[in-house]
């Protein structure tokens, strides 16, 4: 297998690019959580002070459709909202997620977010990169799309990283 960071074919070389990296840390993402048992998936650490697997997926898939309807130019519509969300709960933390199989929070990430980026960044000109969108819990950040991007691939392995800690 060779491990390269090009696009799709009908994608602009750097939208191909950053869309490449954007899934290969999904599909690691993927590889790193298969087998998981559902205890897996919702152990919150020893003291049961962590955030799940299952919360961190939730959490990683919220924040890349956020991202997606950025890129798109538009706000993520309210049944997604409350599908996938809110961002933080009323304690300011992850919200809970329990009893949902590994296997359905990353085919719910891969059908809905994965899809609609592909589909999206399609219709992305590397020129587009450059147009900055808001963002945050109050939109009170900005940032260029060529950052959103980059920042859906790093923040879904960051929080790989804290997959890997559970699982020790």
Not at 22 to 41: A, D, F, H, P
Not at 92 to 111: A, K
Not at 125 to 137: E, K
């Amino acid at each position: 297998m060779i491990y390269d960071l090009q696009g799709e074919a009908n994608m602009e070389p750097i939208v191909g690019m950053l869309f490449s990296a954007v899934t290969e840390n999904s599909q690691r993402l993927k590889s790193i959580t298969e087998g998981m048992s559902q205890e897996e998936v919702d152990y919150k650490g020893e003291q049961n002070q962590s955030n799940s697997t299952a919360q961190l997926i939730r959490h990683i898939t919220f924040v890349d459709m956020n991202w997606v309807y950025r890129i798109k130019g538009s706000v993520l519509p309210q049944p997604l909202i409350e599908q996938y969300g809110p961002m933080i709960d009323e304690n300011n933390r992850l919200p809970l997620v329990q009893g949902v199989s590994r296997d359905t929070l990353i085919s719910q990430y891969e059908e809905d977010v994965l899809t609609l980026l592909k589909e999206t960044c399609t219709q992305v000109a590397d020129a587009d990169l450059d147009r900055v969108v808001t963002f945050g819990h109050q939109n009170e950040k900005q940032a260029t799309i060529r950052w959103g991007l980059w920042h859906m691939a790093d923040h879904n392995r960051y929080h790989q990283a804290h997959i890997n800690q559970l699982r020790r």
